[in-house]
Structure formats: C-alpha cells, structure tokens
C-alpha cells in the first residue's frame, strides 16, 4: 500500500522492514516508526530533514543532549584503545574508574558496584543479590520481595514480577507471585497503621523491599514524599529487610536533585541506576551495594560468592562514555539548570488543570507530566505535526502524556514542547 509517508520512506525503512520486531508495538495497526537521519542537541533529525524536540531523550537516557562533543570524543578515544575486554579475570582503568566515582557520588555505606548492561539486568542483580545475601546468613526462607502498585521495573521475568500487576505493560503475563508481595504507597496515617502490620507480618520471608524514589516513571508518573521512603527505611531496618531503590528512571538529576536518594535523606541498601548513566550513548547500568551486603558474600565457600557475570559487563565504551557524562552532570550548574527548566515545564502545562480531559498535571524536576482520562492522549502524530517526538503510556486507568526531555532543553525548546501538548489537547476540545 503506497501512502505519501511511506513514499517518502528511506529505501533501509522499506526494505528492512519486514525483519523488524519493535519494542511495544502491534504492528498490525501501528504507523511506520519515524526515521532518523541524525541527532543533535535536543532535536532528532528526520530522515526528509524534519527536525523534532526529543521530548523523551530517547527513553531519559539522553541527558546532556546528543553528540555532546565531550561525550563523543570520550568514546572515540576509548574505540583507539580499548572497545571492549572480558570483566572475568581482566580489568581495565574505565571500568575501575567509574566504579570508584560512582561509589564517591553516592552516599556512604553504598560503595560495590556491579555493571551490566541493561536496567532490567541490574534490577535482577539487586533481586540475586538481597536473595543470595538472605540465603548466605542462613535464612533461605527469606526470599520474597515486596513491590509497589504503580511501579516498573523491567520487562525481564523476574522484574515483570515487580511490576504493577493491574497497569503495567506485563498483563500477558500473569505471574505466580509467591515470591512477589504487592502493596500500596500508603497515603495516610490509617493506610501506614495497616501497611506496618502487614509488613511485621511477613518480614520473616522477604529479603527485601523495592520502589522508585519519589517518581514512579513508567507506571504512570506518579510522584511520593521523602517521608514515604523515611518510613519504609525505618520498618526495613526494624525487620531486617533490605531496602533496594531503583534510580534507573530518577538517578542523574531527573528529579532535580543528582540522586531521588538525597532529596530524600534517606540510604537504601542497594540502588540500580541505568538510564542517563552514559547520557544516551551506550547501554549500561549497574547495582551499587552497601558494603554491610557485600560482606555477606565473603567466606571460604566459593559458592557464597555472588552468581552473575554478564558477556558485556564493563564494557569497555560504555564506561567511558558513562565517565565523561559524570563529568558532566559534576557541573555545579546542574541543579540550577533543571530547576529552571522545571519553572518552564510547570508554566508550560500548569494551564492544562483546567482542560476537560485532564486529571492531573505534575512536575517534578525535569519531568511535566499531564494525566488524562484513558483513552484521550492523542497520538505521536499530532505532536509530531507540531515539532516535538512524544510517547504517551496508555495505562488501564489513565493516558499520562509526559515529558521527559534532555536536560539542556532552553526555554524556547520548553516552550515549543509544551506548546506542542497544550495545541494538541485544545484540537480536541
Ligand atoms: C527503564 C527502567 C528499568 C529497565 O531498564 P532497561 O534498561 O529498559 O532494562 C528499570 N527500572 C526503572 C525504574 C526504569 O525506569
């Protein structure tokens, strides 16, 4: 079937096509993915020389903008040298490095550091690790994990099982939750009254508890207080569960702060971060650890020691790339950057509360997230048509249309994107 798009398609589109499995996609129905030449900046550029404001940073990797010269030249300095070598038994300055910084950067007992190359991978090792941990001081029986409704964290198998049971994007899976215990983010005094007893109940088999740090991301953006993680360290600590945050959405300023964890106050025993590490330009994720945990591991018995060791760990590329743009986020700038683009994204869409079709707007750091009854979000084209790449989540209970853009979005750019939603919200009035 010829359509303009498709005629205007480059010639790889058309003839690779038919050998492509996309990520989410029902490609019985979906529209040709947009083509893209090259990206700079904020913008991606089309293969016909459109240019569009990334309003998602590919997936919130895309911190720093694309083809930082910083970040660019990192890598094509590491490709004369080293692409690549095996972690086991090998090592390498990049990897050594960026262990060590990371441990500096976040707060202190979280100092060992295990690279992988996905973030679902690195949610699984924080999952081993607080299990094997359990099972290592002699309390196998401890192997549950309890989640939170309104979370993602992987599409793995394992994490699919941490994931909202009722919106996420995993209903063609249901799950066997023995291992898994769901509960609500208790919102009131009542609410934390029955959570903290059903928590005594089971603490005796969980090894541990896991959430996203003030921004539940892909669930649907949804935003909790510090006290929130106040609290669930303090019945952790009081039961002898570890607390493992997943920052892979929130580490590396999304929500305005370097780390969810220290707007909080508050240390887990693990945190996996992924996503921004590398600023978009390579995979790579990690669990960082607290030493207490790594300890749990050391002992004459070879099998105490900790059973994952990914092909790729270390990448030799990817850690370059991730410590030039640790360089960059060390900028005392920073902060101040997402703040004022904050101030953007809440001018840009605070006017939206009083649309029809919207039940909520939130800001939080540099994400602006309008929630709609479901159903409502208009699709990719119509934002497209206006300037700016967006992805709506389509949940069961609400459409959320968010922005999750690099962070060296300007302020016309913030104002082209939200420009571009308010537009396309209004067509539908
Ligand atoms: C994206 C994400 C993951 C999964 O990371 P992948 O690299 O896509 O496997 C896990 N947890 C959170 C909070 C995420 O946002």
Redesign the pocket.
């Known amino acids: 079937m010829a359509t303009s798009s498709s005629d205007a398609a480059p010639r790889w589109l058309a003839d690779g096509e038919a050998h492509v499995w996309r990520p989410y996609c029902q490609h019985h129905t979906a529209p040709r993915p947009l083509p893209v030449r090259e990206a700079r900046g904020s913008r991606l550029v089309l293969s016909d020389g459109r240019e569009l404001i990334d309003g998602i940073a590919s ?2 990797t895309a911190a720093h903008g694309y083809q930082h010269p910083h970040l660019v030249a990192a890598v094509a300095a590491q490709l004369q040298r080293l692409p690549h070598v095996a972690f086991g038994g090998l090592a390498h300055e990049g990897a050594y490095e960026l262990c060590r910084r990371l441990a500096t950067l976040l707060p202190a007992p979280l100092s060992r550091v295990f690279l992988v190359e ?4 690195a ?1 699984e090792v924080a999952l081993k690790i607080c299990r094997q941990a359990a099972a290592n001081q002699g309390h196998p029986e401890r192997r549950r994990v309890m989640a939170f409704d309104g979370g ?4 793995t198998f394992a ?1 699919m099982r941490l994931c909202d049971p009722v919106d996420g994007m995993h209903r063609a899976f249901p799950q066997n939750e023995a291992d898994v215990l769901h509960a609500a983010i208790p919102s009131d005094d009542e609410e934390w009254a029955a959570f903290e007893a059903r928590f005594a109940r089971e603490a005796p088999s969980m090894c541990g508890v896991i959430i ?1 740090p003030l921004l539940q ?2 669930g649907g953006m949804r935003l909790h207080s510090s006290d929130v993680l106040r609290r669930l360290r303090a019945l952790c600590d009081a039961h002898g569960v570890w607390l493992v945050f ?1 920052e ?2 929130t580490g590396f300023f999304r929500t305005g702060s370097r780390f969810a964890l220290d707007e909080a106050g508050v240390t887990p025993d693990v945190v ?1 971060l ?2 921004a590490l590398t600023g978009g330009m390579l ?1 790579l ?1 990690c669990a960082v650890a607290s030493e207490a945990l790594f300890e749990a591991f050391l002992d004459d018995e070879p099998s105490f020691a900790l059973q994952h060791g990914p092909t790729y760990m270390g990448n030799a590329l990817a850690c370059a790339a991730a410590l030039a743009s640790l360089d960059l986020f060390d900028d005392e700038g920073m902060a101040t950057q997402v703040a004022r683009l904050s101030g953007w994204l809440w001018a840009g869409l605070r006017p939206l509360r009083e649309h029809p079709l919207v039940l909520d707007v939130r800001v939080k750091g540099a994400m602006g997230a309008v929630v709609l009854r479901p159903g409502a979000a208009p699709s990719s084209e119509s934002y497209v048509q206006r300037g700016v790449f967006l992805r709506p989540l389509r949940l069961t209970r609400c459409d959320v249309l968010y922005l999750m853009p690099p962070l060296v979005l300007s302020e016309a750019e913030a104002a082209l994107a939200c420009g571009a939603i308010v537009a396309s919200l209004d067509a539908l009035r």
């Open positions: 997936w919130w996905s973030g679902s991978v949610v993602y964290h992987g599409d994490t996203e991301a892909a997943d892979i959405a996996t992924g996503k995979p994720a």
